[in-house]
């Protein structure tokens, strides 16, 4: 597996904190956790199938401070206690770049839909535009990559605002 296409992974533990207020809203407290615990885990063993490097970036709480509940082998996670998405993100970018990567693809974490299809065109865009973008039904964003260069360019200049909308897009596709 090479580290040259990494996937981001960002996700927050299925406390009621955390969960989409639209989630919540829709399906009631219990059933709202439920179902993103499942939307998160299915997303994450979409992504982890896959012949890509994730980095996997982990806002901790006190039930959930490991991520046994999301995988049994436990994976290892870059810790993002207390910052806010965007700075999770950038963190989160920053690392996967520095030990290696060429191209970085965010997947949303409510995107259990995401296909190995879909992460090799955004990565072979990105090849050519830098820049891929893709539009979820909801008008936000499932899926955002870039490259080493533009991400070094512009950073949290462009980063910052576009995670506000990543971390809004309760819905993907």
Same mark, same amino acid.
């Given at each position: 597996m090479s580290r040259e296409n990494t996937v981001i992974y960002?996700?927050? $533990? $299925?406390d009621i904190e955390f969960i989409d207020p639209e989630i919540k809203k829709n399906f009631g407290v219990e059933r709202s956790i439920s179902i993103t615990k499942a939307l998160i885990t299915k997303t994450y063993s979409?992504?982890?199938k896959m012949n890509y490097m994730m980095v996997?970036?982990?806002?901790?709480?006190?039930?959930?401070?490991?991520?046994?509940?999301?995988?049994?082998?436990?994976?290892g996670f870059l810790e993002t206690d207390?910052?806010?998405?965007?700075?999770?993100? @950038?963190?989160?970018?920053?690392?996967?770049?520095?030990?290696?990567?060429?191209?970085v693809v965010w997947v949303n974490h409510l995107c259990p839909f995401i296909e190995n299809g879909d992460l090799a065109?955004?990565?072979? @865009?990105?090849?050519?535009r830098q820049i891929v973008i893709g539009p979820a039904a909801n008008k936000g964003i499932y899926l955002l990559g870039f490259n080493r260069e533009l991400f070094r360019i512009i950073g949290e200049t462009i980063i910052s605002p576009v995670t506000c909308l990543l971390?809004?897009? $309760?819905? $993907?596709?």
């Amino acid at each position: 597996m090479s580290r040259e296409n990494t996937v981001i992974y960002l996700i927050h $533990p $299925p406390d009621i904190e955390f969960i989409d207020p639209e989630i919540k809203k829709n399906f009631g407290v219990e059933r709202s956790i439920s179902i993103t615990k499942a939307l998160i885990t299915k997303t994450y063993s979409k992504i982890k199938k896959m012949n890509y490097m994730m980095v996997l970036g982990y806002s901790r709480s006190k039930k959930f401070f490991d991520l046994r509940w999301l995988d049994h082998d436990e994976p290892g996670f870059l810790e993002t206690d207390g910052l806010s998405y965007s700075s999770a993100f @950038n963190k989160v970018a920053e690392y996967a770049f520095r030990v290696g990567a060429k191209s970085v693809v965010w997947v949303n974490h409510l995107c259990p839909f995401i296909e190995n299809g879909d992460l090799a065109l955004a990565f072979s @865009n990105i090849r050519e535009r830098q820049i891929v973008i893709g539009p979820a039904a909801n008008k936000g964003i499932y899926l955002l990559g870039f490259n080493r260069e533009l991400f070094r360019i512009i950073g949290e200049t462009i980063i910052s605002p576009v995670t506000c909308l990543l971390y809004t897009s $309760p819905s $993907p596709r």
